[in-house]
């Protein structure tokens, strides 16, 4: 992967992309009755430090097909995005045209009355171009309302050097990580694994890894609390009480991404939005030092969770027209294919994969199998509602503040105040 793309260049190239571009808009808001497209597209994008100047220039360079289009790019800090975008919509107060929404809020903003509806023409492009698996983030009650930006997963993250020194080879269970950990300090002295224990997403392997899951969506039922679930807590307690693995209950992605970088720790679990940010480490100047297999399996399997972000349109936009446009811009193949050279994220269109950039990236060869292997999450209304009580329980059980079965057992009762009805 090639990262610091000349702003020029990149403008350039995406200046050609936005002429493939085009949208299938319902009322026109600032369009004009000619069909040209004008005014001002506001987009709320919660890409992170390392992501979001390439965001910007290529989201401004839409205006090479519609120079009449202003487009205000704004960075919102993705752990304040959730609520932020709640408060923007409902009061209508400065409210973003366009947002870039974690695949799990979609369906939740959707039942809200939030979204406009992606344009039927759109949709049958999109049922018909982009993965499934990302694709059925953006649905809610059988219509679609957000269109798959980017698509991941998780995986294990390894120095290859450290690895090579202790003479260990890449785990691929939780025992054999436990292993591997034990000669990697014995040898250098540094830990095996950093393991994020301040955001709850960073559970899920352990739980999918025991054949568990938050819930069972289908038969209304609240899972996070069965036998799986305490099993899960209890992995990543004792990757922490063994000393295999290295924690810390705030700002875990500073600190893990600063631990692994400077080989402090020679694993961490992370994603594909972490790898340009990793290239930036002292350990990662030869980028063929970084190595990324499965998430180590638990008793029963290895499961990382399907992840993504999906771009959705305000209902109450009077843009809508630009806005679906500049969306449909967004998702282009020539964008994915841009940004995947760039940031080495995985696009969501299907032909992307066969384009000599996507095909000829590491991480993207590595990533898009993980991802087709993904558990896919229950996309319903209250699923980001869910990682906040988890969190608590979960950094409670990593650092050893509860007992596995007490964090599963308040997770549980956490669930059903928020899933009224549920068992």
Known sequence: MRRGIAATALVAALALAATACGGDG?????TKAGGELSGTVTWWDTSNDTEKASFQKIAEAF?????????KYVNVPYGDAQNKVKNAFSSGSDAPDVIRADAGWVADFASLGYLDEVPADTVKKVDAEFLPQAVASGKYEGKTYGVPQVVDTLGLFYN???????????????EELKTAAAAIKAKTGKAGLYLRGDDSYWFLPFLYGEGG?????????????GPA????????????????????ATDGWTNMQTAFKTGEAAMMINGPWAVADTYAGDQFKDK?????????????KSGAPQGGHDLAVYAGSKNRTAAHAFIEYMTSQEVQVQVTKDLSLLPTRTAAYEQ????????????????DSAVGRAWIPENGSLFEPLKVEYTKAVTGASSPEDAAKSAGAEFRKILKGWK
């Open 63 to 71: 205006t090479a097909k519609h120079p009449k289009v202003t487009v």
């Open 229 to 248: 679930g305490v099993k899960a807590f209890k992995a990543a307690r004792d990757l922490v009480a063994s000393g295999a693995a290295i924690t810390n």
């Open 213 to 225: 899951d938050l819930v069972d969506a289908k038969a209304k039922t609240v899972t996070v609390d």
């Open 356 to 371: 000599p950039e996507v095909k000829g990236s590491e991480m993207v060869q590595f990533f898009k199998p993980a991802v």
């Open 160 to 174: 290859k050097k450290m690895f090579a020194d202790a003479g260990v080879q890449p785990p691929k269970t939780l």
């Open 288 to 300: 063929a030092n970084l190595g990324v297999v499965p998430v180590p399996a638990g008793s029963v």
């Open 26 to 30: 319902k009322d026109a808001g600032d």
